[in-house]
């Protein structure tokens, strides 16, 4: 019975991209190498910016909280830097996304993923940026909508709350037929820290549980490392992943939560190895670049240090990464052959009449 039940649950999660919708086709090639494997550079932090910058500001020329074109400015030219390597850019509409856009910062040859929720800090309840919406983001020529959720799967309530949250937006964009990246990420409980062995010990066990909650409300899941060389074995923390990744119906990239390069590049060759399908990475590539002394050797350690741990990471993803048609078994045939030849008849027929939008509304 089990066996029965594992095959029609591998079937209709092959079948969610065989007859996935073209905008949501067209966005997963966008955010993806021809290869099919993901490298996404992570640009779309608010909170955790503002205070790398407000950590230097001596350095950086201000007084008080970063001004909004320092952020705006300093994103512009990670995002230019690093950008040319990726194969999509992860960007926040506050600072980056559209401004990227009228900058021509963005790669021409990258996806662009603008975040949807508004920044907040660890353990909140999740919501969309006031003013924000999935069809903004469609409407203005995104790949792709990124969802973070934090949670904490042993508060069931709180839990129930945000993966209902994370249904109604992946039905929203499943309206507006564009992909949804999903990021769960843990955080420690009131008297532990991120250091904490209580927290590091029960932190593997809520990221897969993460995973197959957030799996059926998403087309692509960014997740954390399911495990801590402090506090796990190798062979613990390969046993994490291989459990991840069985519980993961949707294709799954590593996030790096700004850790030192050092660790972060062990991490992503053991979840590369383990089936995880590319990186979404921002501060464990960058976020030296804050403490830089000038724009000149701040720019400097973009272009040497920076970029050159983006291509050592990219290279473990060439090597072993796991492209997310191999991951299902599907061919360009099986893709071409689910095409019906109506298929435009119908799509025009269930399609809502498009709201009228005023030019640069949004």
């Known amino acids: 019975m089990r066996a029965r039940a594992t095959e029609r649950a591998d079937a209709l999660t092959r079948e969610h991209f065989v007859k996935m919708t073209p905008g ?17 550079l992570a640009l779309d932090q608010s909170n955790s910016f503002r205070r790398s910058l407000k950590e230097n500001k001596a350095k950086w020329g201000f007084d008080g909280e970063p001004p909004y074109e320092v952020i705006r400015d300093s994103k512009l030219e990670i995002c230019s830097t690093i950008g040319p390597k990726a194969s999509a850019v992860l960007l926040d509409v506050n600072y980056s996304a559209r401004q990227a856009l009228n900058f021509e910062a963005l790669p021409r040859d990258a996806g662009l993923i603008v975040r949807l929720e508004a920044s907040k800090e660890a353990g909140s309840i999740g919501e969309v940026e006031p003013s924000w919406s999935v069809a903004q983001i469609k409407q203005m020529g995104a790949s792709a909508v990124k969802l973070l959720l934090y949670l904490d799967t042993e508060d069931k309530e709180t839990t129930e709350k945000q993966v209902q949250f994370a249904r109604e937006i992946c039905e929203e964009c499943q309206q507006h037929d564009i992909l949804l990246m999903v990021e769960e990420l843990s955080f420690p409980r009131k008297g532990e820290d991120r250091n904490s062995p209580s927290y590091l010990k029960r932190k593997p066990q809520n990221i897969t549980e993460c995973v197959r909650l957030l799996g059926p409300h998403s087309d692509v899941l960014k997740v954390e490392f399911p495990g801590d060389f402090a506090v796990h074995s190798k062979q613990e923390m390969e046993e994490n992943l291989r459990r991840l990744n069985d519980v993961a119906i949707r ?41 830089g002394e000038t724009p000149k050797k701040r720019n400097e350690f973009l272009k040497a240090t920076a970029v050159q741990r983006w291509l050592e990471i990219s290279g ?38 498009a709201p009228a939008v005023r030019l640069g509304e949004y």
């Open 24 to 40: 949501k086709l067209t966005g997963l090639r966008h955010v993806t190498e021809a290869s099919g494997r993901f490298k996404v």
């Open 251 to 291: 294709p799954w990239v590593l996030l790096s939560a700004a850790e030192d390069f050092g660790t972060f590049v062990k991490k992503v060759e053991m979840a590369m190895q383990f089936g995880a399908s590319g990186i979404m990475v921002g501060r464990a590539v960058f976020k030296e670049y804050f403490e």
């Open 316 to 353: 473990l993803v060439d090597k072993y990464a796991t492209p997310w048609r191999q991951r299902y078994g599907i061919t360009l045939k099986d893709l071409a052959a689910a095409v019906d030849p109506n298929w435009f008849k119908q799509a025009a027929a269930e399609a809502p009449a």
